[in-house]
């Protein structure tokens, strides 16, 4: 199996009543790469992927796979295979006849199919359970029945639409290592959809963050995580104490910002000009104690738990929360009731204003 690159050239998706579920869009997704589209639900993400699997023609641009324009082209036609929430395992054949279903249309024999499909369990980790039902399998095991049966067509490009979301916790965490060591031992291009960004962050090479119908961000987990270039991508990945105001001053790649809770200095990347409307955003785990740059005297509201971190809810007087993570040294916990917190002028990004992520009834709480 060898992967092949997805290439949008100004694809956009007009659905016949009318509505605009993706706007023209720009987006290279390189052969044999891990890549995500991260976003809330309703943004496009699902719209994305049918205009590449062929169940949508596209109403504006194009969608190249491998170079080829595929337009026109149906989804049998087309180098992709696609995985969804619910997996339709057809539940009176054994696992093996699963995987190799697709086969016997392309008249493989029966020797064939089934090597052919031992193989392929034995790739996702199921070598002996080919004889099974797939009602006599795990929910986990099931997804990888359904991954195997994907990948028996040789798809260049796996199409994954939320295929973790019926699982619980635990096993989700379990099967975001196990579709990363499958994707890598395989070479194929996965193109993953997700709107959790602990499996986004965890499992690609590369993440597109989408907000109503529109890519803000395309980079690394690391990119999106600490150089966020928008307001909605800093507050939807990870969690983020927002402070909304106005530039009131310049200071090469920094900027000054007016704020409620008074004059903060941060990180200006967008290069926005005095006056602007701009939110600064910091990462908690950024925040600490002290007499630090940006500095506030805030009144502790609440001390959470997390295990290897504690995360505490401050307030400051002109009623901004804020949230300071630090990292568990053990012993019992410190009487705080109040304290100044802050933060360096590193850590924070000043953005220009725009829409938030909703992450609850407060922007910065957790
Ligand atoms: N056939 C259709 N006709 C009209 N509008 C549609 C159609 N299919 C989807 N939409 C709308 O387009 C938008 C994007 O839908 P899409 O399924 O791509 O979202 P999504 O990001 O996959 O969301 P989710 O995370 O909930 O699956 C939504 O507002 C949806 O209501
Ligand atoms: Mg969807």
């Given amino acids: 199996m060898r992967g092949q690159d997805v290439r949008l050239e100004g694809m956009g998706v007009t659905y016949p009543n009318g ?22 639900s309703g943004c496009g993400k699902t719209t994305i992927l049918r205009t590449v699997s062929g169940f949508v023609e596209p109403t504006a641009g194009r969608v190249l796979i491998g170079g080829a324009d595929q337009r026109g082209i149906g989804p049998n036609g087309r180098p992709t295979a696609l995985i969804f929430q619910n997996l339709a395992l057809f539940p009176l054949m054994p696992v093996w006849e699963n995987v190799a279903f697709g086969l016997e249309a392309r008249g493989w024999s029966k020797r064939r199919r089934r090597a052919r499909a031992e193989e392929l369990l034995a790739l996702v980790a199921l070598g002996d359970q080919g004889g099974k039902l797939p009602s006599e399998l795990s929910g986990g095991q099931r997804q990888r029945v359904a991954i195997a049966r994907a990948l028996a067509v040789e798809p260049a490009v796996l199409l994954l639409d939320e295929p973790l979301s019926a699982l619980d916790l635990k096993l989700r965490q379990h099967m975001r290592a196990e579709l990363r060591a499958i994707q ?67 200071d090469g790649p920094f900027a000054r910002i007016e704020t409620a809770a008074g004059q903060l200095l941060g990180r ?29 005297r805030a009144r502790l509201e609440r001390r959470d738990l997390e295990g290897p971190y504690i995360s505490y809810g401050f307030r400051t007087e002109t009623g901004q929360a804020l949230v300071v993570q630090q990292v568990n040294a053990g012993g019992p916990p410190a009487a705080i009731t109040e304290a100044q917190v802050g933060f360096a002028p590193e850590a924070a990004v000043i953005l220009p204003e725009g829409a938030m992520a909703r992450t609850g009834p407060e922007m910065a709480a957790p």
Wanted: hydrophobic share 45%.
């Fill in 184 to 250: 890598q031992k395989t070479g194929v291009t996965f193109l993953y959809i997700t709107h959790d960004q602990g499996e986004a962050l965890t499992m690609s090479d590369r993440i597109a963050v989408m907000n109503a119908g529109v890519v803000e961000q395309v980079g690394t987990g690391d990119e999106i995580y600490s150089d966020p270039t928008s307001a909605f991508v800093a507050s939807f990945v990870g969690e983020v104490n927002a402070l909304p105001g106005r530039i009131a001053g310049l």
């Fill in 268 to 296: 200006n990347p967008r290069g926005l000009p005095m006056g602007a409307p701009a939110i600064l955003f910091v990462r908690p785990e950024q925040m600490g104690f002290g007499p630090l740059a940006n500095a506030f």
């Fill in 19 to 40: 509505f605009t579920a993706v706007q023209p869009t720009d987006l290279e997704i390189r052969a044999g790469e891990f890549f995500s589209i991260l976003g809330p």
